[in-house]
């Protein structure tokens, strides 16, 4: 069983609005650090946003810069859903965004948004903005 499940990706026009999301299962499932990532052609997979929850359920929640105040990061515990709600897209948003969990990180290391860090992935969702 793949422990993340990514879909909502697809082609957009510049400045529209796409939701990602993340179905998590099996041992990825309360993951205390859970984030997205992104890759493009010839290019490292980072860290777009990450959330960390304590054991008292406050959340944490980093972006990089890029796309602050566009992007949103979510989690539903109940669903056991992590979704990313991009606005203002850009042609440079363009890549293969994957999902991310990591069960035992505390959260500087969650919040530095490091790829090495996290354990379980899935199998990536396309997202390509045209201008």
């Known amino acids: 069983q793949v422990p993340l499940v990514e879909s909502g990706g697809g082609p957009v026009q510049a400045g529209g609005s796409l939701r990602l999301s993340c179905v998590v299962s099996?041992?990825?499932?309360?993951?205390?650090?859970m984030g997205w990532f992104r890759q493009a052609p010839g290019k490292e997979r980072e860290g777009v946003a990450t959330?960390?929850?304590?054991?008292?359920?406050?959340?944490?929640?980093e972006y990089t810069n890029s796309v602050k105040g566009r992007f949103t990061l979510s989690r539903d515990n109940a669903k056991n859903t992590l979704y990313l709600e991009m606005n203002s897209l850009k042609p440079e948003d363009t890549a293969m965004y994957f999902c991310?969990?990591?069960?035992?990180?505390?959260?500087?290391?969650?919040?530095?948004?490091?790829?090495?860090?996290?354990?379980?992935w899935g199998q990536g969702t396309q997202v390509t903005v045209s201008s």
């Open positions: 991310g969990a990591a069960a035992r990180i505390g959260l500087s290391t969650c919040r530095a948004r490091s790829r090495d860090a996290f354990e379980y």
């Open positions: 099996g041992v990825a499932i309360g993951s205390n650090c």
């Open positions: 959330t960390y929850t304590t054991v008292v359920g406050t959340n944490y929640t």
